[in-house]
């Protein structure tokens, strides 16, 4: 669900004080030309919609400025600084020296491209007993992250100096670095979505045409398709990670992972971060089942290819398909491809079992592990790989043409 919130920032003639966050810089000036024009300034750090108030009294009463008596950045804006004009009237402008003035901007709790989900309690996994509740209101990408938006990110990441390209004589292959551990190869694989140009220093998104005979892209789509929609693969656990800070840096976040890898909740509580990360075991297999504890994300009903992309015992497609292509696969919440297309990582380590007994926010083992939970059936594997409450290891380093993942952020 999509939580509207609204802020607002006021204040005299020609300042303005903060009583929100996401509205800042507000300042107001009346022209001196004889016009009455007023010329407002502002800053927000989200999008949004804006509209402006006026009080004539102090602050005691309230209305809204017409929008046909505004123009400039009123209505649909982004995040950053703008500016408007209040035209008031020119055959006997109003003095603005006791006006004040309100900027309000209404703006979502859930970010563009994800799924909203409210707190609640489900049952996870198989067992009766292991009840388990999330306090917090969070969301979810709605798709996979796709190969463009991926590539977005890595060309902002090698701009920052956040990442290296190392080139591997032995296995004739690149990958990524950052932290001394790879991310995501670039060349020397001939399926590869995901490339890099060592001329132009930028990393681009290619359809491939590989043919395994029964599988890949090439088999797949033997008249071409648009490998920037499909979801991003070759990426290790801890590629999946570093997007998750990069996208959160690109927007003004505070990066959770930093390189730090455990999950000991004392310093590392993903349920405390602000910014993007992975989602924890029980915060996907919660989204995934919300129909209502079914047995797969669409419902009970037993998938076919038009519910998932998976084998069932001959490929549905052979390779990835674009992501939102199995509409009928979806949840009652609009999540994409919870079930099939790429199997996805989320933040826990992995235990053989879970805990039998009832949980909160619960965050997975906290021993280093070299496995972190895989969720999701994908292209390859067969249908008991579907329901919600499968679970398999995976390694962190591993980096397969059939893996990905999906974002997550807290929102209350």
Same mark, same amino acid.
């Given at each position: 669900m999509n939580k509207t919130l609204m802020t607002s920032l006021m204040g005299a003639l020609v300042a303005g004080s903060a009583l929100a966050a996401t509205v800042s810089g507000v300042s107001f000036a009346q022209r001196t030309d004889g016009t009455g024009l007023v010329d407002i300034s502002y800053s927000t750090d989200t999008a949004g919609t804006v509209t402006v108030e006026r009080s004539l009294d102090g602050g005691t009463n309230w209305t809204s400025v017409?929008?046909?008596? @505004?123009?400039?950045?009123?209505g649909s804006v982004a995040a950053g600084a703008h500016s408007v004009v209040y035209a008031m009237g020119t055959s006997s402008p109003i003095s603005v020296d006791s006006a004040m003035f309100r900027v309000n901007l209404e703006y979502s709790t859930t970010p563009v491209g994800m799924v909203g989900l409210q707190a609640g309690s489900f049952y996870m996994g198989n067992g009766v007993m292991n009840q388990v509740t999330l306090t917090h209101n969070y969301c979810l990408g709605q798709h996979e992250v796709t190969n463009a938006e991926y590539v977005e990110a890595l060309n902002w990441a090698k701009a920052e100096g956040l990442i290296t390209v190392v080139y591997d004589a032995v296995y004739g292959t690149s990958n990524v670095y950052a932290y &001394?551990?790879? @991310?995501?190869?670039?060349?020397?694989i001939n399926y590869l979505e995901i490339r890099y140009n060592s001329t132009t220093g930028l990393f681009y998104v290619q359809? +491939?045409?590989?043919? &395994? $005979?029964?599988?890949? #892209?090439?088999? %797949? /789509?033997?008249?071409? /398709?648009?490998? =920037?929609?499909?979801?991003?693969k070759m990426v290790s656990w801890y590629g999946a990670a570093c997007y998750c800070d990069w996208r959160s840096m690109m927007e003004g976040l505070v990066p959770f !992972?930093?390189? *730090?890898? %455990?999950?000991?909740? +004392?310093? *590392?509580?993903? !349920?405390?971060?602000?910014? /993007?990360r992975l989602p924890t075991e029980a915060e996907w297999e919660y989204a995934a089942c919300m129909n209502g504890d079914t047995t797969y994300p669409w419902g009970n009903s037993s998938p076919t290819c038009t519910e998932a992309n998976y084998?069932?015992?001959? !490929?549905?497609?052979?390779?990835?398909?674009?992501?939102? +292509?199995?509409?009928?696969?979806?949840? %009652?919440?609009? @999540?994409?491809?919870? &079930? $099939?297309?790429? $199997?996805?990582?989320?933040?826990? /380590? !992995?235990? +053989?079992? @879970?805990? =039998?007994? #009832?949980?909160?926010?619960?965050?997975?083992?906290?021993?280093?592990?070299?496995?972190?939970?895989?969720?999701?059936?994908?292209?390859?594997?067969? =249908?008991?790989?579907?329901?919600?409450?499968?679970?398999?290891?995976?390694?962190?380093?591993?980096?397969?043409?059939?893996? $990905?993942?999906?974002?997550?952020?807290?929102? =209350?």
């Open positions: 017409p929008t046909a008596q @505004l123009s400039g950045d009123v &001394g551990v790879k @991310l995501v190869y670039v060349s020397g359809s +491939s045409t590989y043919n &395994g $005979g029964t599988f890949g #892209p090439g088999f %797949a /789509y033997p008249g071409g /398709y648009d490998a =920037n929609v499909h979801p991003a !992972y930093n390189g *730090n890898w %455990a999950m000991d909740p +004392s310093v *590392n509580n993903p !349920y405390l971060a602000t910014g /993007y084998n069932r015992g001959g !490929y549905c497609v052979g390779w990835t398909s674009a992501v939102g +292509s199995h509409p009928f696969g979806n949840t %009652a919440q609009g @999540l994409q491809d919870m &079930g $099939g297309n790429v $199997g996805e990582f989320t933040n826990d /380590y !992995y235990a +053989s079992s @879970l805990p =039998n007994q #009832p949980r909160t926010n619960p965050v997975g083992p906290t021993t280093v592990s070299t496995s972190r939970v895989a969720k999701n059936g994908s292209w390859q594997r067969d =249908n008991t790989w579907l329901p919600s409450v499968w679970r398999a290891p995976n390694g962190q380093t591993n980096q397969m043409s059939d893996f $990905g993942f999906r974002t997550c952020r807290i929102t =209350n």
